[in-house]
């Protein structure tokens, strides 16, 4: 991810989580997340000069690349100290 685009990612997050905050994102249709994100994209749009659409498909993007950054360093986390998921679940017994 670039500086630019973690930044509009970020940007877009702080917004969600207000916006958000009392939505519960399981229960909840994409469409209507994503409306309520709308004002926050369109100013990005506008600063960019970029549609509204490219701004949802570039979100889109990212959610998909920060999924998959948080999933890497939770691996790694688990897996730090050679003992991996299994051994700290074993150690537990």
Known sequence: MTDENRKIWERISAYAEEV???IDPQKTQVSVQLDA?????T???AEK???LEDVFILYMDLAS???VEAESKF???MES???GF???ANSLQ
């Open 20 to 22: 958000l905050k009392d």
């Open 37 to 41: 994100l709308r004002p926050v994209m």
């Open 43 to 45: 100013e990005i749009a």
């Open 49 to 51: 000069g970029m549609s």
């Open 65 to 67: 690349e920060a999924a």
């Open 75 to 77: 691996q790694a986390d």
């Open 81 to 83: 100290g050679n003992q």
């Open 86 to 88: 299994s051994g700290m």
